[in-house]
């Protein structure tokens, strides 16, 4: 056998040490067609978001609108798929019924993303009450469990387990352990949860060291590459033999500490590049779009606004089909009287009657998208 081959056994046999997962974890069941996970175009080099924490204040009051937001952002940014990391409503001494309708408030606003959302349940969904853990399964899905995109593998961790306060119990320590084994095999392998492990303040941490413990070496021991929870009302982070362990708790939800703490309302777009992790972290209500009308000829501009301190790409819906398949398209960027071209492109289109337009969009910076009726090309 010669060495690429032997290379290449190799390569497949550590691709196939990764099974299917015991208890498979779906998008939430959203009430739009795009809430099924696609298969990875690429499957090294991919983008997800993750976020949580959007509860209201008290019983009966409103869900404050970050949340939608935010959900409303993602659906320009267009990462795979989003982790929501818990405390999707407020719960705790909520009527059944009225957990019910928050519940149907938070998956209305979800579906607007138009992407798949995997959500990790918090203390505000089940408050150690079974019939809350009970509605959540009904209308949620599980309280645990794993899925694969790409070559990296998900891990959903449920840290309110009735009984037990903010922490893992045997049965699902040892379904973890054994996931874990089936996929170490995996590019990378993310965990989420709500409660973190390493919390910026220790009294929101796990309620037991010991039980933290364990969960934190069988992380190290099968080589997890970070773990995402929620939580704490702000952004915080912090690597552990090796693990970056990140508390993203900023969808809306009262802040407990100042905005010099980390405490601003945020989510986090994370870029998977073969076996290294980027984050960037934006703030809602920094991203804007204005889609102008449909002209006679079928061309049409939008303006795409970002005064985040972060480059990222985003994609335009125009209401149009009128140029399918004899489309150009231009984006530029202009700024004091300077103006470059960006990359764009057309991308399959996630609505009828629409045609989608995918830029490049700096930090800091406005673009204006176009697109036209294409030129014919000159005869020789």
Same mark, same amino acid.
């Given at each position: 056998?010669?060495?690429?081959?032997?290379?290449?056994?190799?390569?497949?046999?550590?691709?196939?040490?990764?099974?299917?997962?015991?208890?498979?974890?779906?998008?939430?069941?959203?009430?739009?067609?795009?809430?099924?996970?696609?298969?990875?175009?690429?499957?090294?080099?991919?983008?997800?978001?993750?976020?949580?924490?959007?509860?209201?204040?008290?019983?009966?009051?409103?869900?404050?609108?970050?949340? @939608?937001?935010?959900?409303?952002?993602?659906?320009?940014?267009?990462?795979?798929?989003?982790?929501?990391?818990?405390?999707?409503?407020?719960?705790?001494?909520?009527?059944?019924?009225?957990?019910?309708?928050?519940?149907?408030?938070? =998956?209305?606003?979800?579906?607007?993303?138009?992407?798949?959302?995997?959500?990790?349940?918090?203390?505000?969904?089940?408050?150690?009450?079974?019939?809350?853990?009970?509605?959540?399964?009904?209308?949620?899905?599980? =309280?645990?469990?794993?899925?694969?995109?790409?070559?990296?593998?998900?891990?959903?961790?449920?840290?309110?387990?009735?009984?037990?306060?903010?922490?893992? @119990?045997?049965?699902?320590?040892?379904?973890?352990?054994?996931?874990?084994?089936?996929?170490?095999?995996?590019?990378?392998?993310?965990?989420?949860?709500?409660?973190?492990?390493?919390?910026?303040?220790?009294?929101?941490?796990?309620?037991?060291?010991?039980?933290?413990?364990?969960?934190?070496?069988?992380?190290?021991?099968?080589?997890?590459?970070?773990?995402?929870?929620?939580?704490?009302?702000?952004?915080?982070?912090?690597?552990?033999? @090796?693990?970056?362990?990140?508390?993203? @708790?900023?969808?809306?939800?009262?802040?407990?500490?100042?905005?010099?703490?980390?405490?601003?309302?945020?989510?986090?777009?994370?870029?998977?590049?073969?076996?290294?992790?980027?984050?960037?972290?934006?703030?809602?209500?920094?991203?804007?779009?204005?889609?102008?009308?449909?002209?006679?000829?079928?061309?049409?501009?939008?303006?795409?606004?970002?005064?985040?301190?972060?480059?990222?790409?985003?994609?335009?819906?125009?209401?149009?089909?009128?140029?399918?398949?004899?489309?150009?398209?231009?984006?530029?960027?202009?700024?004091?009287?300077?103006?470059?071209?960006?990359?764009?492109?057309?991308?399959?289109?996630?609505?009828?009657?629409?045609?989608?337009?995918?830029?490049?969009?700096?930090?800091?910076?406005?673009?204006?998208?176009?697109?036209?009726?294409?030129?014919?090309?000159?005869?020789?």
């Amino acid at each position: 056998m010669n060495l690429r081959l032997s290379l290449a056994v190799l390569l497949l046999a550590a691709g196939s040490a990764r099974a299917e997962s015991t208890r498979p974890l779906a998008p939430l069941p959203l009430p739009a067609p795009a809430a099924a996970l696609a298969p990875a175009p690429d499957p090294d080099h991919f983008m997800f978001s993750v976020g949580g924490d959007n509860r209201a204040a008290g019983r009966g009051v409103p869900m404050p609108p970050t949340a @939608g937001q935010i959900f409303s952002e993602l659906q320009l940014i267009r990462p795979a798929f989003s982790l929501w990391t818990g405390d999707s409503i407020y719960g705790s001494d909520d009527t059944v019924g009225e957990a019910r309708a928050e519940y149907a408030t938070f =998956l209305a606003l979800a579906a607007t993303a138009g992407i798949p959302v995997f959500n990790a349940p918090g203390n505000h969904e089940i408050y150690q009450r079974r019939d809350l853990e009970e509605l959540y399964q009904r209308t949620m899905g599980r =309280l645990y469990g794993s899925f694969d995109y790409g070559h990296s593998h998900f891990i959903a961790i449920d840290t309110e387990e009735v009984g037990p306060k903010a922490g893992v @119990g045997p049965a699902q320590m040892a379904w973890i352990r054994q996931d874990l084994e089936a996929n170490r095999g995996a590019a990378n392998i993310f965990v989420f949860s709500h409660h973190p492990l390493f919390p910026k303040g220790a009294r929101d941490g796990f309620d037991h060291p010991a039980n933290r413990d364990e969960l934190h070496r069988l992380f190290v021991q099968y080589g997890v590459r970070a773990v995402f929870s929620g939580h704490e009302h702000l952004y915080y982070r912090s690597k552990h033999d @090796g693990i970056d362990y990140i508390v993203t @708790g900023g969808g809306g939800a009262p802040s407990e500490e100042g905005p010099e703490e980390g405490g601003a309302q945020h989510y986090a777009l994370v870029y998977v590049n073969g076996g290294q992790i980027s984050v960037a972290v934006l703030a809602p209500w920094r991203l804007f779009s204005w889609v102008g009308p449909v002209q006679p000829d079928g061309s049409c501009s939008a303006l795409l606004a970002n005064y985040n301190a972060a480059d990222f790409n985003a994609t335009v819906d125009f209401p149009t089909t009128a140029l399918a398949g004899r489309a150009a398209v231009r984006s530029v960027f202009t700024y004091k009287g300077v103006s470059r071209a960006l990359a764009a492109e057309i991308v399959p289109s996630r609505s009828a009657g629409t045609i989608s337009v995918r830029t490049a969009l700096p930090k800091a910076g406005a673009v204006t998208v176009s697109i036209f009726p294409e030129r014919p090309r000159s005869g020789n």
